[in-house]
């Protein structure tokens, strides 16, 4: 073997497991919606996206603290903050107020934009520029996505659409700037960081929140906090930047593509929403769609 063949060869391990990575993290986060579902059970919205932010900034400052992970330098605070504001506040907190009277089903519409909104986000940020190609595929592939969930929710607009295109925004942008931060430092230093940093807002956030709203603790509300506090926002985040990372921000954010697809199917079977006949088909489209991406330029 020569020494080109074995640069080739070791390029396309780090490439399958950023996308391995990358994919797990999407997994992580296709039960986000049905567990802040969950969660609702025992806690107001509120209560939920405090709560949630609180016992996640423990948990990632416990791991910071006892690896003796050092304070990032002054030039990275302002991205770390971008990333706390997007996926450890903005995100959960909109989503959380639009599942109050949205299904998940319909929900999953700001997921099915999200890929192709990251993509254009990572463009302007990082100034690399993907081929047409990988565009037509992002575009063809958010385009199959929204009509599945459109056709699923019933194709009606609801209160939470505002929220839900919100968080869209916000979320993009924290996955961008996280992605880009990850090339600089360990995943889950970035994630660890932006939740630390957030903390005395969330700390504060539950205080107020959870005098302010019942609390009736269940078996499943408990569950559904503890998934999106500690699988959702600290694993989810932590594998899906280290993936991000390895194979870049927008061939990344395509793998998401399949996550409405998989909230569906969480739904179903942990919710008892019902599914549409179309889903397979939606399916094939979308892994199509992902496969294209995975090969274009970016």
């Not at 609702?40 to 932010?53: H, T």
């Not at 996955?175 to 994630?191: F, K």
């Amino acid at each position: 073997m020569t020494a080109q063949d074995s640069a080739t060869s070791i390029t396309a391990i780090a490439v399958s497991s950023g996308t391995v990575l990358a994919a797990l993290g999407v997994v992580a986060f296709s039960l986000t919606f049905p567990s802040t579902v969950w969660g609702l059970d025992s806690f107001g919205p509120w209560s939920l996206v405090a709560v949630r932010g609180v016992l996640a900034a423990l948990v990632a400052g416990g791991f910071l603290l006892a690896l003796r992970v050092r304070v990032p330098e002054r030039r990275h605070w302002v991205g770390l903050a971008v990333v706390g504001g997007g996926v450890v506040v903005g995100f959960p907190l909109l989503t959380t107020l639009a599942l109050q009277t949205s299904t998940t089903s319909h929900a999953a519409v700001v997921v099915g934009l999200l890929p192709l909104t990251t993509a254009v986000f990572a463009a302007l940020r990082t100034g690399r520029r993907p081929s047409p190609t990988f565009w037509a595929a992002a575009l063809a592939g958010a385009v199959v996505v929204i009509a599945f969930t459109v056709q699923q929710s019933g194709g009606a607009l609801q209160t939470g659409d505002l929220y839900l295109f919100g968080a869209l925004l916000v979320c993009a942008a924290g996955y961008t700037e996280g992605g880009r931060l990850a090339s600089v430092m360990p995943g889950w230093h970035v994630i660890g960081w932006a939740l630390v940093m957030c903390l005395p807002l969330s700390a504060a956030g539950a205080v107020v929140a959870l005098s302010a709203e019942p609390v009736h603790l269940t078996a499943k509300g408990v569950t559904g906090l503890v998934w999106v506090a500690v699988g959702s926002t600290f694993l989810g985040l932590y594998v899906w930047y280290r993936g991000m990372a390895e194979i870049g921000i927008a061939r990344a954010s395509q793998l998401q593509l399949a996550q409405p697809l998989l909230t569906l199917v969480w739904s179903v079977a942990l919710l008892g929403e019902s599914l549409s006949p179309a889903a397979p088909v939606a399916a094939v489209g979308v892994l199509v769609c992902i496969a294209v991406t995975q090969r274009a330029r970016t």
